[in-house]
């Protein structure tokens, strides 16, 4: 249970030595597209489970609800408002936080196509818990690329690099937050969103560690 320890992004031989890297090298760029992948087909097996959506989509759909808008545009604005949060956290975007939404969005679009939607309760539990532990992977192998997180990874890293807290438990809280906050403004939850919720946290942690005793020199202590 160590992983659950960590309180930063692991660096490795082909990690970027800073997050604002327009000319990454070959591998660096080569494991940040494998990672937003294996995220992507995580995010599509979580939705095709059909055991309830994302945290963060709850909290869109209840500022869609709140403010009017649809469920795109919420999200829109879910984002750009984490993005904002993002500076006094001193947290650099970089290449990987556009293609986050380019390549995540890509592999869900195509992997929802090919993926099974169970019906009995049972599988739709264990695909759920099957996208949670994708996407946590994904998400160390992308990360400890380390150019540049997603909105929410940045949120997370950021907060847990401020507080001095381990990830697992910081990404817990605010996918718990999320939900929380847009199930009070009309949000819809299911069990998959709360196994993604409390999941998700350690899901991370674990790939972070897993991915950083893979590749010699890095420190997982």
Known sequence: MKFLTLKKVLVVAWSSPQPLNLRPRLSTFFYLCVGLTVFGLGEATLVSANAGVSPWTVLAQGVGREVGVNLGLATLLVSARVLLLWIPLKQTPGIGTMANALIVSLVIELSLRALPQPESIQFQLAQAVSGVLLVGLGSGIYLIA??????????????????????????????????????????????????????????VSLGLYVVGLSFAGADVD
């Open 146 to 203: 380390n150019l540049g997180p997603g909105p929410r990874d940045g949120l997370m890293t950021g907060l847990a690099s401020r507080i001095d807290f381990p990830i697992a438990w910081v990404r817990t809280t605010l996918e718990t937050a999320a939900v929380a906050i847009g199930w009070s403004l009309g949000g819809t939850i299911g069990l998959g969103t709360l196994l993604f919720a409390f999941g998700i946290g350690p899901a």
